[in-house]
């Protein structure tokens, strides 16, 4: 068995990054000290911020902190090209740091992905999945006698037929800002079959599908969402969908919470929660995910390992399901009836969270440049909400990016 | 005639009020609606008509505030970085003021003005790389250190403007009394100056009250200053603009406060200092 | 007598301390040092930096000038560029208009004038990202108080900071609101120091209250507004916290400004030596812009009045 | 060129009354003095006339036109400031101009017109100039020229040498009174240097506390003050006043000394509290007479300025002649009972 | 108190040369009036007597020690300043201990003291004033108090007059003088009122240029001036200069007016290129003599002053006497010929 109390008295510094997650983390994090006598220091800070610190101090050599919270859709290939994360392979193994019940083979075929280096050795425990889903509002849909949509097609019906700027009512919202708007287009290339970057390590962003794909997004923004949703970030997005303004909203399955709050929404039971349509050729629900990783520079890797460890257990992982707050990779949690009973939100939602779970694919590609590719493509949908023909722009765009990306990675 | 007069010029002083006021409402609408944001539940900030006066108030958004985030502890440092930053600036750069003041020496004042020129930004990395072999991250030495660089200018600059109008003729005759220079300086020029100290202390503090880009790479948990925090509610997958609101309102009503409390001197001080600011 | 001789004895007479004058040296220095340790070490590194090819957690090699030739040919700097002037000069012009007017009416008198002008000042005093981010909320296109605002003067909903062509006006439009009265207070020092008698004359000249304006006071407070128009554009030309608060750039690259598209060089793309070279650019373009403001100044001025 | 005639003129700020209805009458291309001491209105009363300040009761008519409510622009008058009120950043040329800049003259004429009030003035080689480079006299020169280039019915002056230095003050109000007899405008100026209004008036109205103490010419001024006030106001230096009583024929102070009278006078006076007022100038030095010792010696070279302590009483004296004396000595004096001026102790008045 | 030696002090500001090497001696309690037009270099001389500037050159020497080099503070003087520099955010009494408290001196020391030259001063009851709530004479008396307090070995003013009204001016002089009678310490006093050099000085150094002109007794320079400079800038109003060569017993001006002359002197100078000088007050109105029509009244009541242009020549009259003359008027003048003064034409020295 595990024996908690070995590192007792050690302090470790923990840095998150602010959201759900990371709040359900320190609220609990007073049982992680009880039971192991380890003193944690742990700070939540934006994401933006976060990563830029992160890294920086990362970079450094002499990092503030022993565990790292990190986006594996933006930051895998970084972390893993400057060896800043310790391998725990060896930590899953012994079973006088890892319980019993951890084996690789309990995360989900996505999360190993993301945890496993190029190499093939475990650099992190995968903490949360997040797939898009849509979130539609059944009064809306009901006003038109519409019904959830199950194609491509019948979303953009859908969507164009809730459109009414007379009542200042839309039917589609996601997220239209520079970067954060690029896994929107790549998550509806996954439906067209395609990925931005193919096998070889090489863009390929000005496919048919790619064109394709950018051309349903601009015609969702332009046509069913609201004026200026070029500007908007998952947070406006969010604040004109608790409004009961909005048809559809695309985005990321972590963001339910406030829907069902009714201190901050109007839409409170009465919105439906979606697994991402059929495409022309497949089937898929965007993924991202994020990880916790032991430095390689902490001099307190076992106490840093126990505390990954308690975070993703199986304790911790239905926490963070019953509140909504993010879904684990771990299969025995989402398994576990006892934990699907305590989930706090409706059951739509987390038929949505297992049926993404089943077309679950990679969204964003594992690059270095990540932000670089978010912010050139992310440039290119944005003209595109302004009027720009979607395949000029891809290939604007994918001219800027591939000196980007031949520099970072040769 | 003599009330003629007097109802034009009652009439001419209430038009003035009626413009005045109409170039501040502005002004007054923001910090209203601040104000409002802050005291409504997340539902009411999102309303559309919007909603000013709400009927559930939200205290508990600033409940929040200090719940949620170490809200004192930030507060705290803030005082600290600042007051430090400060008070060390009006050290360094009274005298400063003062020696550049006598000296005529434009050029050492242009090199502090540099400071004031360069992109904050081009600091933050080399400093933080500085501050790491020093050993001082963690501390909140880099930040009052940095601070300087926003605080020692503004002193200076507004002292340069003071000394320049004492006159000469007071220091010499207190130099022909006996006293050394640095007496002179302590004695005669430092009282005098009083309320250029005030002001460039006042402002400085201000400014460095404000700063934020310094503060999001050299602080960190322990370290952070409140306009940080307050960027620092934005959280990710919750919008939460009644607290944010709350936050922001905390950290600027400080400053807002000292700027009501001592405005006929901040007006003075930086139009004399501003004109000189050049 | 050698030359060397020569030399020396010259150098002696020059260097020859004065006995009677106080040395103000050791006033300044301290000051002078703090200063120079806090930006000297910066510099030398961003310096160095710039002719490195150098990304977090990659190993850095020298590459001479290379940056500056990717920086020549990258279409996003010189859309930045272009960003940074419209914004910088909007920024200028418009608290320079507004400043003025605001100075005009506050150098009257009139019942709560202390009060109104503590208000007026409080936005330049105020927390720039709490300014920023309450702003954000307020320009929201769908549910933004600006636009109910604006739907009484029956003006239709704006976009804001959420379009690519109202971004940069919008923006604009905070840092005016906050920084008007920066110029204001400097203009009013400008009035103050007009001095009232030329007015008389020019009453006794036969002059209306609009040929005073244009006549005297605009020419008078010239050399103010110049030293408004510095202070401005030097901080307009930096400006962070409100444009990051904000749109971050946004939308697209609608919005970024040098100073942006530097910091997310730097502290997105990691690309230290890339930043570096764009800060070094930044830096001597705000230069010259100082150099170029100060030599208008030196000619727009009729007297050496501000500085007495 | 035109009269000016007040009427009844007053002034109040808020409740203070400044002015007390004064009356003037000034002739067509008279030059007329205001003095007085500090605080007394002069400037107030001229800046009534002049339109920059508004008259709280009474009228005033310049030329034909009654002018109290009419603003400044429309009153064709001229103003030379004390400080001069030079447009800081216009040149000489443009200073001198704007007036007839905002009449909307043609720009030639103008400069015809500049020219020639410049040419009067001595001013041609600067008008390119900005007044700060500029010395006091040649910018009192210029605010002279601004008001000379207009060609105004009146020309108001308000101390407009009190910034100069006293050899540049001599010669520039013999400047200012050459212009006058050149082109002969109706000119009204303020100073509270009695020497200037000596020198310079046709007639001088001395103002006190808002009153009118006397009107005149210079010399009846000197001759014949009104009053106490007037007697010590106009002469330096200042006359002296002795208080006493006419007892048997002459003049007993209060402290017991006795000094001369003219004869008819000493009859008439006889038993009454007077204050005796004579000029230092006109006491001369004697060998036998009043004693006195010698409290305070300024000499200049031309005059010796000496106070006396005589029997108690403190009287200056301003001899002509070089004569030597030292703090200390015992001199004697005399004085003329012609030069006697007598004045009533309660009303201050002349009798 | 001490002796002040000044010997070939120098003064160069960069290339230019502001003092010449001068050499002055002060004897012990002297009181010595610098006096020069403005820019002459009087304040510059003063200050490095004060050791607020350095000297370029020459020693200066006060009692016995060389103090050329010693910074002001070592010095042992006072100083009281043209606008008096007194501190504003201390009282009087404290203006007044200043220098004592410095020195460390205690503190009820500091206060007799302090109190002892209030009295001397009168100023008593403003001990715990600020200056700005003093008049400007009391203030001019605080700053003369500071300098009193330290008792020093040397006082220095620099034209601590200057900023007061007339009246005032004339009886601050008189304290300073009384006050320098009452302590007696050495004193250089710097004006650009030759008035108050006259009246105040036992000896006046009259500076021009950076040179000194005549160094001398205030009646020694009226009656016998070295030079021209010295003749036209003591003395006012001006003397009359008129060019011209001595000729058969008398002077003929370029213009060919004739003067009087002394016997003695036309016999000698027959032949040569002079000025001739005779001073305003010097001139008598008579029926007879030269003849000249006026071209400037100026009365004041006490005198007439009046410029005649007689043969062409400017020539300008102080009567005493009271008589009518007006602008445009034919007056006669005779001119004592022992009161002429004759001036080499070339070097301006007198003859
Ligand atoms: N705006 C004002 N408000 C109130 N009182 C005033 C105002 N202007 C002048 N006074 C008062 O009116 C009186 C006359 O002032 P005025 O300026 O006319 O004096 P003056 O004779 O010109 O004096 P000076 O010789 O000092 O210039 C003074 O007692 C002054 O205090
Ligand atoms: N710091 C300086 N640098 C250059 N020249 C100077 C400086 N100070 C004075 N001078 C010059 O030295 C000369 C003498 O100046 P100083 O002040 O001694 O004159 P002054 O006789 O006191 O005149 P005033 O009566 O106007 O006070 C002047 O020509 C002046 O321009
Ligand atoms: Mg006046
Ligand atoms: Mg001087």
Redesign the interface.
């Known amino acids: 068995a595990v024996d908690w109390k070995k590192f007792s008295g050690q302090t470790i510094n923990v840095n998150l990054?602010?959201?759900?997650r990371s709040?359900t983390l320190i609220k609990y994090l007073s049982e992680f000290e009880s039971l192991t006598g380890i003193k944690v220091?742990?700070?939540?800070?934006?994401?933006?911020?976060q990563?830029?610190?992160t890294?920086?101090e990362?970079?450094?050599g002499?990092p503030?902190f022993d565990v790292v919270h990190l986006s594996y859709h933006v930051q895998k290939r970084?972390?893993e090209?400057?060896n800043?994360l310790a391998d725990i392979s060896g930590f899953l193994k012994d079973p006088s740091l890892t319980d019993a019940s951890l084996t690789e083979k309990d995360f989900a075929e996505a999360g190993l992905l993301f945890a496993k280096d190029s190499k093939g050795v475990l650099r992190s425990l995968p903490f949360s999945v997040d797939y898009w889903i849509v979130y539609w509002n059944k009064e809306l849909f009901e006003k038109k006698g519409l019904s959830y949509p199950t194609t491509f097609e019948e979303l953009v019906n859908a969507a164009e037929k809730i459109t009414d700027p007379s009542t200042?009512t839309y039917g589609f919202v996601a997220r239209?800002?520079?970067?954060a708007n690029t896994p929107v287009w790549t998550s509806f290339m996954l439906g067209y079959g395609a990925a931005p970057i193919n096998g070889q390590g090489k863009v390929d962003a000005v496919s048919k599908e790619a064109v394709e794909a950018a051309k349903l997004y601009q015609r969702l923004m332009t046509k069913a969402a609201?004026?200026?949703?070029?500007?908007?970030n998952?947070?406006?997005a969010?604040?004109?969908f608790?409004?009961g303004?909005i048809g559809m909203w695309f985005d990321?399955v972590?963001?339910a919470?406030?829907i069902e709050?009714?201190?901050?929404?109007?839409v409170v039971g009465k919105t439906g929660y979606g697994v991402m349509p059929k495409g022309p050729a497949a089937q898929a629900a965007g993924t991202f995910g994020d990880g916790l990783g032991v430095v390689e520079a902490s001099t307190k890797k076992e106490a840093a390992y126990l505390f990954c460890q308690w975070a993703i257990s199986h304790d911790m992982g239905a926490r963070l399901l019953q509140a909504g707050a993010g879904v684990p990779f771990r299969q025995s949690i989402l398994a576990d009836a006892k934990v699907r009973e305590g989930v706090k939100m409706p059951g739509a939602w987390l038929d949505a969270v297992a049926g993404s779970g089943k077309i679950s694919k990679l969204a964003l590609p594992v690059v270095i440049?990540v932000?670089?590719f978010r912010?050139i493509y992310?440039?290119a949908l944005?003209?595109m909400?302004?009027g720009a023909d979607p395949a000029t722009e891809l290939k604007n765009a994918t001219a800027?990016f591939e000196p980007v990306l031949a520099r970072?990675e040769g | 005639m003599a009330k003629r007069l007097i109802r034009r010029k009652t009439l001419d002083s209430l038009g003035l009020l009626f413009v005045a006021f109409i170039m501040v409402s502005p002004v007054i609408l923001f910090f209203l609606w601040m104000i409002s944001l802050s005291l409504k539940y997340e539902i009411d900030n999102g309303a559309y008509p919007p909603i000013l006066f709400p009927e559930n108030v939200a205290w508990s958004n600033y409940l929040k505030v200090f719940e949620e985030n170490n809200f004192l502890l930030y507060f705290w440092n803030s005082v600290l970085v600042t007051g430090t930053a400060t008070l060390l600036a009006l050290v360094i750069g009274v005298p400063s003021g003062y020696g550049i003041a006598r000296l005529k020496a434009e050029k050492s004042a242009v090199v502090i003005m540099i400071a004031r020129m360069t992109p904050g930004l081009s600091f933050l990395i080399p400093l933080f790389l500085l501050f790491q072999w020093t050993g001082l991250i963690g501390t909140l030495w880099p930040q009052i250190i940095i601070h300087l660089v926003v605080t020692v200018p503004i002193v200076v600059w507004i002292m340069i403007g003071y000394f320049e109008t004492t006159p000469m003729e007071l220091e010499e005759a207190a130099s022909i009394d006996g006293a050394t220079p640095w007496q002179v300086f302590r004695l005669v020029a430092l009282p005098i100056a009083k309320p250029g100290i005030v002001v460039s202390f006042i402002l400085a503090l201000i400014f460095s009250w404000n700063n934020f880009v310094f503060g999001i790479v050299l602080a960190n948990r322990e370290t952070r200053t409140l306009p940080v925090a307050v960027y620092n509610m934005l959280s990710f997958e919750q919008v939460s603009w009644g607290p944010l609101a709350a936050a922001a309102l905390i950290v600027t009503l400080p400053v807002l406060l000292l700027t009501m409390f001592a405005q006929k001197q901040i007006v003075a001080g930086l139009t004399a200092g501003a004109v000189k600011g050049g | 007598m050698s030359i060397e001789n020569s030399v020396a004895d010259a150098k002696q007479k020059r260097s020859k301390p004065s006995r009677l004058a106080p040395n103000y040296w050791p006033f300044v220095l301290p000051a002078l040092l703090v200063v120079s340790a806090v930006i000297v070490f910066p510099w030398v590194f961003t310096l160095w930096m710039s002719v490195n090819s150098w990304t977090l957690g990659q190993p850095r090699t020298f590459i001479g000038f290379a940056n500056y030739v990717r920086l020549a040919q990258d279409m996003r700097f010189w859309e930045s560029l272009w960003h940074t002037a419209t914004y910088t000069a909007l920024s200028v012009v418009l608290p320079l208009f507004f400043g003025t007017l605001a100075a005009l009416i506050f150098d009257a008198k009139f019942p709560f004038r202390g009060l109104l002008r503590g208000v007026f000042v409080m936005p330049m005093m105020a927390t720039p990202v709490a300014v920023a981010l309450v702003w954000t909320m307020m320009f929201h296109p769908q549910l933004g108080v600006l636009n109910y605002l604006l739907s009484f003067l029956g003006i239709g909903p704006q976009e804001w900071i959420y379009n690519q062509f109202t971004v940069i006006p919008s923006l604009v439009l905070v840092e005016t609101w906050q920084w008007t009265p920066l110029v204001m207070l400097i203009v009013l020092g400008g009035l103050a120091a007009v001095p009232r008698e030329p007015y008389e004359s020019a009453e006794i000249d036969g002059a209306n209250a609009w040929q005073k304006f244009r006549y005297l006071t605009m020419p008078m407070i010239a050399p103010f507004l110049m030293i408004a128009v510095i202070i401005r554009s030097i901080d307009a030309i930096k400006s962070f916290d409100i444009i990051y608060a904000m749109t971050q750039g946004g939308p697209g690259t609608a919005s970024e400004t040098i100073n942006i598209y530097l910091y997310n060089t730097a502290f997105a793309y990691y690309d230290i030596g890339y930043g570096s070279a764009m800060a070094v650019v930044f830096f001597f373009i705000i230069i010259a812009l100082s150099f170029v403001l100060l030599m208008v100044r030196q000619r727009a001025n009729w007297s050496d009045m501000e500085t007495k | 060129m035109a009269t000016v005639n007040i009427q009844n003129i007053q002034k109040n700020y808020g409740a203070v009354k400044v002015i007390h209805g004064i009356d003037i009458d000034i002739a067509d291309g008279e030059f007329v003095v205001l003095v007085g001491p500090s605080g007394c209105g002069k400037s107030t009363l001229l800046r009534m006339i002049a339109g920059l300040e508004e008259v709280s009761g009474g009228e005033i008519h310049i030329g034909s036109r009654e002018v109290s409510n009419m603003p400044a622009r429309d009153r064709d008058i001229a103003m030379v400031f004390q400080n001069y009120a030079l447009y800081p950043h216009m040149t000489v040329a443009d200073n001198m101009g704007f007036a007839l800049k905002l009449k909307k003259v043609p720009a030639a004429e103008i400069q015809a017109k500049v020219k020639r009030a410049a040419s009067i003035l001595g001013l041609e080689a600067l008008l390119d100039r900005y007044p700060k480079q500029l010395s006091g006299g040649q910018r009192q020169r210029v605010a002279m020229g601004r008001a000379i280039v207009r060609d105004p019915q009146v020309f108001l002056f308000d101390e407009p040498l009190s910034n100069l230095d006293a050899k540049l003050r001599v010669q520039m109000r013999g400047e200012i009174k050459t212009m006058h007899q050149r082109i002969g405008t109706t000119t009204v100026y303020v100073t509270h240097d009695q020497v200037e209004a000596m020198t310079m008036a046709d007639k001088i109205v001395v103002l006190h506390g808002g009153f009118i103490e006397q009107i005149g010419a210079p010399l009846e001024l000197y001759d014949r003050p009104a009053n106490i006030f007037v007697a010590g106001f106009i002469g330096s230096p200042a006359m002296n006043f002795i208080d006493g009583r006419v007892e048997e024929g002459v003049f007993r102070t209060t402290k017991g000394l006795i000094l001369p009278l003219p004869q008819a006078v000493a009859e008439k006076m006889g038993g009454r509290d007077l204050v005796y007022g004579i000029r230092p100038e006109h006491i001369r030095a004697s060998t036998q007479g009043i004693e006195g010792r010698v409290t305070l010696v300024e000499g200049t070279g031309s005059e010796i300025f000496t106070r006396l302590d005589a029997h108690g009483e403190d009287i200056a004296c301003l001899f002509r002649e070089r004569f030597d004396v030292r703090f200390g000595d015992t001199v004697f004096i005399e004085i003329d009972p012609s030069k006697v001026h007598l004045f009533d102790k309660q009303t201050g008045r002349r009798i």
Do not use: Y
């Not at chain 1, 220091?41 to 911020?49: D, H, I, R, S, Y």
């Not at chain 1, 239209?176 to 970067?179: A, Q």
């Not at chain 1, 609201?226 to 908007?232: E, T």
């Not at chain 1, 709050?261 to 109007?266: E, H, M, V, Y």
């Open positions: 990054v602010k959201s759900p709040e220091n742990a700070e939540a800070t934006p994401e933006q911020q990563r830029q610190k890294v920086i990362l970079s450094t002499k503030s970084q972390f090209k400057g800043w200042n239209g800002l520079k970067n609201p004026p200026g949703v070029s500007g908007f998952w947070a406006e969010q604040s004109a608790l409004q303004k990321g972590g963001f919470p406030p709050d009714p201190q901050k929404s109007r440049p932000t670089e912010d992310g440039v944005t003209n909400i302004g800027q970072s």
